[in-house]
């Protein structure tokens, strides 16, 4: 489906390290609890003790009890909340979708500071996500839609720098050496020093027929001196951190090639209309393997010992084995089990006659919410999987066996 094509890589990104993890989930886990909201969540769980943390369109961040799934605070913004919170201490931060950047109680939810960007703005339809706040020496970095990316004393929410910027920046920062690199839908990469906000390099996309800027909606990865980082002209770039040449890029011919991470040295790349997961080298990119996939991914993995967790945007949750690329499991959402025959085969290929019910990319995304689509990355916390979906839920699986 031609369409298909306009739908751009935003995405949190995730390298799977931090995790706690005693389980290996080598067998399909079972459903323990599901939290409902009223809107779509494109945001991803984040577990601090025994709470997981999450934003919707709803403009509601929510915290919620880890054991049983029932809500132990809530925190309103005026904006819909499209990112992810970061959490250090006992502080949370948050990008409320309404140009704040909020700090927060983790346990009570209670408001310790705000700081107010020029605004927030949408660059199109499929501009799902926003900026996730990262924390590092004693700082918090994040971009916002006013073109901007932020540098603040995380204790008085105070601006030690910030970056202009010729469009939006909606990208997730990372940081490594000192250095903090992002990108701008001005087609953009930027690396800049992480203490004084000065800039280093600057890397210009290709670009592409449909999308000449090369927006840069896609956050990157830093690792073993390069910055991995996925595009809307239909490239990964792999880029030198210190000087911000390209070392090789991974072109698709369909779509784009979506969030990399990195997890035990191997770089993982996700694709949207592509529909593939491929497992690479991250100095070369030469693939160890690839595995197709029923439709699109735009979350991130979260990683066990031999399983790779990954979402798709028409509602499943599939385990999928690290060293193989093989599909060990499916967990599907009632979205997707109730509304799939409307759309797709038994094979989850189309219906024959698909064009004439899905005819726009809008109306391609009100499908995926139908669905239960998983835009966000799944967290694995102890034996319990947690993710969110378009349909407006919180999931948690319990593993079952082991």
């Not at 927030?120 to 590092?136: G, L, N, R, T």
């Not at 669905?371 to 967290?379: A, N, Q, R, W």
């Amino acid at each position: 489906m031609k369409f298909i094509l306009f739908f751009l890589c935003g995405f949190w990104t995730w390298t799977g390290h931090g995790q706690s993890s005693y389980h290996d989930f080598s067998s399909l886990p079972e459903l323990k609890w599901e939290f409902k909201t009223s809107k779509s969540i494109y945001s991803s769980p984040v577990v601090s003790e025994n709470l997981v943390f999450f934003g919707g369109l709803d403009s509601t961040l929510y915290a919620v009890d880890l054991t049983t799934g029932k809500e132990n605070w809530r925190f309103r913004t005026k904006g819909e909340i499209r990112s992810t919170v970061c959490i250090n201490g006992k502080n949370l931060y948050l990008n409320g979708g309404d140009g704040k950047l909020y700090s927060l109680d983790v346990q009570t939810g209670k408001l310790h500071w705000s700081f107010k960007t020029k605004g927030e703005k949408k660059y199109d339809f499929a501009d799902y996500f926003h900026s996730s706040p990262v924390f590092f020496k004693d700082r918090i970095y994040f971009g916002s839609g006013d073109g901007n990316m932020y540098s603040l004393h995380a204790k008085t929410g105070k601006m030690a720098w910030s970056f202009q910027t010729l469009n939006i920046v909606h990208t997730t920062p990372a940081i490594d050496n000192g250095k903090l690199f992002f990108g701008s839908f001005d087609g953009q990469v930027y690396a800049l020093s992480a203490s004084t906000g000065k800039l280093i390099w600057s890397f210009k996309t290709v670009g592409h027929r449909y999308f000449p800027i090369g927006e840069v909606q896609g956050s990157p990865v830093a690792f073993n001196g390069l910055v991995f980082i996925g595009t809307r002209d239909y490239n990964v770039y792999a880029l030198d951190q210190k000087k911000g040449f390209c070392h090789w890029n991974k072109a698709f011919t369909r779509g784009w090639g979506l969030n990399p991470s990195v997890n035990d040295s191997v770089l993982y790349i996700g694709s949207a209309d592509e529909r593939v997961l491929i497992s690479a080298d991250p100095s070369t990119g030469q693939e160890n393997w690839k595995l197709p996939m029923e439709f699109l991914i735009f979350g991130n993995n979260a990683f066990t010992d031999s399983i790779l967790v990954v979402g798709t945007t028409i509602g499943k949750l599939h385990g999928i084995g690290i060293k193989d690329g093989m599909k060990k499991w499916s967990f599907e959402t009632g979205s997707y089990l109730a509304n799939r025959s409307k759309y797709f085969k038994p094979d989850d290929t189309y219906r024959n006659d698909i064009y004439s019910i899905i005819r726009s990319n809008e109306h391609f995304l009100e499908v995926e919410c139908e669905l239960g689509g998983i835009f966000s990355t799944p967290v694995i916390s102890g034996n319990l999987i947690l993710f969110t979906s378009t349909n407006g839920s919180l999931y948690c699986l319990k593993g079952t066996g082991n």
